[in-house]
């Protein structure tokens, strides 16, 4: 079997509100569809963080000149001849290489790489007739879900989150996380209480910094949150020291420090395990590097006594957790108005019910993608 072409399909939806984080804002949902298609008609599909889509789509079109032709099925090799290209010599006798490769976009790379190397373990999966849970030698297809909420919005300057959380209760969810670090440390401790009341003193919750804070800020935050019993904080530090200083905040808390969502590669992971202090790593496939890389991660979290949960994208990355023996749980969005993609791309999916993922048994991931959707919805 032979890869034939690549293909990448941006997506993208306008949302009913803008929504803010530590660090930033959005008013659109995005996506982009990828497809890896083989000489045998099996073709592997990958869904991926719709940051820089227009430079993703545009790498994923240059890359069929290295992977036509490659065995889907030596994932490794198309993997490494890929990431090989962040580290490539130039060689003038061959003149300029594209552009796009130039190192100021790497990261769109790195999610480029991600989109190829999910679409070749998918058609693994189909050649196979396996799940990819299955497939990578999971027992359990089930796993516990928590719902990420509590986004500062425009359409609700007041910031009350009780109904948000009891309609998330309703449909089965005892786990939740919220943002925090974009408002004032005295909002944040009063929308914090107000979750808390809601779920009640046996729900989790979780608390999500997106880069938000300093070290000194962070401290003082993670102080005042305590008493609020969080699960674990997520991403509080500024990106520029990001390892050393959450390593700091680490040993002054007894609150689970959790990251790597932002992260591109494995290097950094292991660096936020040995010098962060993380107990609870994110490091996303549908972001970054894809599956193959998302495996060596977690096998380096698991000789470190360090869960895996996921970030976004659960019907893919569910499949990874539920292998991993460390892995722990899946962000999942089932709001539609936060997340209408998920609401209306697939034909099929893994499904949310009470609070948890299930996973099909149909092969590969498992998922089929509604095209006219995909063409109503074109970026």
Partial sequence: MKVTALRAHPVSVKLPATFWVGNASFDTASIVVVEVKTDEGLTGLATLHGRSMKTVVAMVHELQALVVGMD????????????????????????????????????????????????????????????????????????????????????????????????????????????????????????????????????????????????????????????????WFEEPLHWYDSYRALGKLAVRTHIPIASGESEMHAWACRDLVDLGGVRVMQFDATRSAGVTEWLRVAAYCHLQGVAMSTHHEPHIQGHLAAAAPNGLNVETFPDAERDPIFAGLYEDRAQLEKGQLILNDKPGFGFSIDWDFVAKHAA
């Fill in 72 to 231: 889907p099925m030596a994932h490794e090799a198309i993997w490494a001849k890929v990431f090989a290209i962040t580290t490539a010599h130039p060689d003038p006798t061959k003149g300029p290489r594209s552009p796009l490769f130039h190192a100021d976009n790497r990261a769109a790379l790195m999610t480029a790489l991600a989109g190829i190397d999910i679409g070749v373990w998918d058609i693994k999966g189909k050649a196979l007739g396996l799940p990819i849970w299955r497939l990578l030698g999971a027992e359990r297809h089930v796993l516990p879900a928590y719902v990420t909420g509590g986004y500062y919005r425009s359409d609700r300057p007041n910031g009350g989150m009780r109904d948000e959380i009891l309609s998330y209760m309703e449909q089965g969810y005892t786990a939740v996380k919220i943002k925090v670090g974009a408002s004032t440390l005295e909002n944040d401790i009063e929308r914090i209480a107000e979750v808390r009341d809601t779920l009640g003193p046996d729900g989790a919750m979780m608390l999500d910094g997106n880069g938000g804070y300093s070290l000194a800020e962070a401290e003082r935050a993670i102080d005042a949150f305590a008493e609020y019993k969080p699960a």
